[in-house]
């Protein structure tokens, strides 16, 4: 009996240690993330695996986009450093599992805000850093000029996991048109498929055509289609349950947005602390206590200003000035004719 | 009873129930806090994808249970026929890399070399790409026979249109049955009176003949469809009518067979090589052609050795299929385990579907072959 005491300790101690797990796991019901990312000292991010002007790579591993400015100014927002940011490239397949599962605390990739996305697989849209429809690029020598000169039996290419998927359907069915959907998991692939002649369309969000027409091997050969055959809002997305993170991520987005409606810049941010308007003066904390009711300091918006710059700095950087789309077409604010639109910080 | 026996392992299935039960507890309050449901309804909703290639008639007003067959479908497909063509690669290999020719035996081990070196994704989307590139845009191909057309948006093949197609299929049905009698009643021929029947040519020529006087006197009439070139744009073509088999099938099939081929080789020269000599030269020596040498005193040994690993080869290949994501050819995972979680979200549902569907894939692919080893396994009587 005595020669299995020493086998019989050990798993009583795994039993106990699971039991410890297991407690922890009742005690933590309510969510953390602020307290955790402040304990890590970064932020995690989850992006895509290149998508230029929204999230994209260098050489050198540093990211840049108007999807990575998202989650720097929560960093510059919460860690008081835009670069403490943590970022995990993911595939369209993979980008809820990773948000669900903890491995990131914000998903800002070029997701569309749906309903049953939002309502029903335990995720929150905080809000839309982009007004984006699904189009379609063809060969330019292919004479097509509109979506109505598609003909039965043209092939499509396309991410799998996206709601360009869907959307492809609903169009082609109702211009009563039989094609073929070809999916590639990866944005590389479908793009080199496309180039090879596998598919006579690449359909995806306008955006994405415009950054993806890039890597073709001659773009001059292709256009885009004048037509938008869907409403495509993306935005960042927080885990739900977490009501405090998520308006800290809300309100990160909003600040951003709102400081260009205002006028200040990463440049003017701190001239703005004397400013005659009060909601500026709101919105470089110089007045009233809006951090506090997220948990932060009162200069959180002013280091976002500061560090990751307004929206128009950061569309001007990430995706006019790299020529993917100068127009900023509905992503304008309102005050401009586009629909860009935020509540007030007061 | 012995206590000594039993309570290791009574603490063993403790501790395995207590870690399942940890990790379901876990899930569940991890799924009730973000708020997610469990549940398997999803299964019959309208589904609203498409699907590029598929076994059965489906598209985006099916279920999502439909996808989920269609997925299934279409793995089955490509294993079956990766482990045809691997199979026959690998025979012809294995056998190539025992010849006395040095350029034969050569060539053999540096295929073999070459292709099991190299990982599978790699492989495959080498195949998939250099395919797109050097297959030729539909309107520029050069039809093969004037009726099977290789182009970069697949191979398109004629297909037959049957009349009676039933009497057709009953008239292969009736071959097959007395084929098998035949070959009953040679065995028993052959036990008792010692003379031996052409089984085979006898079969073959019964598979001919009988669907021939099909076509003569059942009324069976098969039509070809061949492939027709329609131009989609200016610059944009395609085929329509026959059959298209997608690029993405065929690099995909390629790819696997090409690679698990190289082990199979392996697996049969390893087979070969473990007879005996003496065996050999004791058949020979009692008069066996080379042929019956083979065929009797060889292979049936071989065979026992090359079963088993070859086994785990065709399981390996079933699983490897699932790479087929990275190319857009649509099979379970990318299907179900892709389109379908996506658009549903229902991670634990979908995914705990694919591992008991390539469980029990893998399983039925072992039961058959472990009953064909048991068959052909040495009988003391």
């Known amino acids: 009996m005595f020669k299995y005491l020493k086998q019989l300790t050990s798993l009583v101690a795994m039993v106990a240690v699971l039991f410890t797990f297991t407690t922890e796991t009742m005690a933590a019901k309510k969510s953390k993330t602020l307290k955790n990312t402040q304990k890590k000292g970064f932020v995690r991010c989850g992006v895509s695996q290149g998508l230029p002007g929204f999230s994209n790579a260098d050489a050198a591993g540093n990211w840049t986009g108007v999807d990575v400015d998202v989650c720097r100014a929560v960093a510059a927002a919460v860690l008081g450093d835009a670069n403490k940011v943590k970022f995990t490239p993911l595939s369209a397949k993979e980008r809820f599992t990773a948000l669900t599962s903890n491995e990131i605390d914000i998903l800002s990739r070029n997701t569309t805000w749906t309903l049953s996305r939002d309502a029903d697989i335990g995720l929150t849209f905080v809000g839309v850093n982009f007004y984006d429809g699904q189009g379609f690029m063809v060969r330019k020598n292919s004479g097509i000029s509109s979506v109505n000169d598609f003909k039965n039996g043209v092939s499509a290419c396309t991410n799998l996991g996206t709601t360009t998927e869907l959307n492809m359907r609903d169009f082609f069915n109702s211009k009563g048109i039989s094609y073929e959907p070809v999916t590639f998991e990866k944005a590389d692939e479908v793009v080199a498929a496309y180039d090879a002649g596998r598919c006579d369309t690449y359909t995806t969000d306008k955006s994405g055509l415009a950054a993806q027409r890039i890597k073709l091997s001659s773009p001059d050969d292709h256009m885009v289609l004048p037509e938008t055959i869907s409403k495509e809002p993306l935005g960042p997305v927080v885990r739900q349950g977490d009501s405090v993170w998520e308006d800290i991520v809300r309100w990160s987005l909003n600040t951003m947005i709102e400081a260009e409606e205002y006028g200040v810049t990463s440049a003017n941010a701190d001239s703005m602390k004397t400013s005659d308007n009060p909601a500026v003066k709101r919105l470089v904390g110089a007045e009233g206590e809006l951090g506090a009711a997220l948990g932060l300091d009162n200069d959180w918006s002013l280091r976002i200003i500061k560090q990751v710059g307004n929206y128009g700095e950061s569309y001007k950087r990430n995706i006019a000035d790299t020529g993917i789309l100068p127009d900023r077409g509905p992503n304008e604010l309102w005050t401009k004719g586009g629909i860009l639109y935020v509540p007030p910080a007061r | ?381």
């Open chain 2, 1 to 381: 009873m012995n206590i000594k026996k039993i309570l290791p392992q009574l603490l063993t299935l403790l501790v395995v129930i207590l870690i399942f039960g940890f990790f379901s507890y876990n899930a569940q309050v991890n799924m009730e806090n973000r708020g997610i449901t469990f549940g398997y309804g999803f299964l019959s909703q309208e589904s609203s994808f498409d699907v590029q290639f598929s076994l059965i008639e489906y598209d985006g007003s099916h279920s999502y249970f439909r996808a989920y067959l269609v997925g299934l479908l279409n793995t089955i497909l490509v294993s079956v026929i990766g482990i045809i063509f691997a199979t026959i690669i690998g025979v012809i290999v294995g056998i190539a890399r025992l010849s006395n020719n040095y350029l034969i035996e050569r060539s053999a081990s540096v295929y073999v070399e070459f292709f099991r070196n190299i990982p599978l994704l790699l492989q495959i989307f080498f195949w998939y790409f250099a395919a797109l590139r050097a297959l030729p845009l539909p309107q520029d191909t050069e039809p093969m026979f004037g009726v099977f057309f290789l182009t970069i948006k697949g191979f398109f093949v004629p297909a037959f249109v049957w009349n009676n197609l039933d009497i057709f299929i009953y008239s292969i049905i009736a071959a097959i049955i007395s084929i098998i009698f035949i070959r009953i009643y040679a065995k028993r021929k052959q036990e008792n009176e010692g003379v031996q029947t052409p089984v085979l040519s006898i079969s073959i020529g019964l598979l001919l003949i009988l669907p021939i006087l099909s076509f003569l006197f059942g009324g069976v009439d098969a039509s070809v469809e061949v492939p027709v070139i329609k131009q989609l744009s200016q610059s944009g073509f395609t085929y329509e009518g026959g059959i298209k088999l997608p690029p993405e099938l065929i690099s995909l099939a390629l790819a696997l067979s090409l690679y698990t081929a190289t082990f199979i080789a392996e697996c049969v020269r390893a087979g070969v090589q473990g007879v005996s000599k003496g065996q050999k030269e004791a058949a020979a020596s009692i008069g066996l052609t080379p042929n019956q040498v083979l065929k009797l005193v060889v292979m049936p040994q071989a065979l026992r050795i090359i079963i088993p690993p070859t086994t785990n080869q065709y399981l390996n290949l079933t699983k490897n299929s699932s790479l087929a994501a990275a190319i857009a050819y649509p099979d379970l995972v990318l299907v179900f385990a892709g389109t379908a979680l996506m658009q549903t979200g229902r991670a634990i549902e979908i995914v705990s579907i694919t591992m008991l569907t390539y469980l029990s894939l893998s399983i039925s692919i072992s039961i058959f072959m472990n009953w064909y080893n048991k068959k052909i396994a040495i009988k003391e009587k």
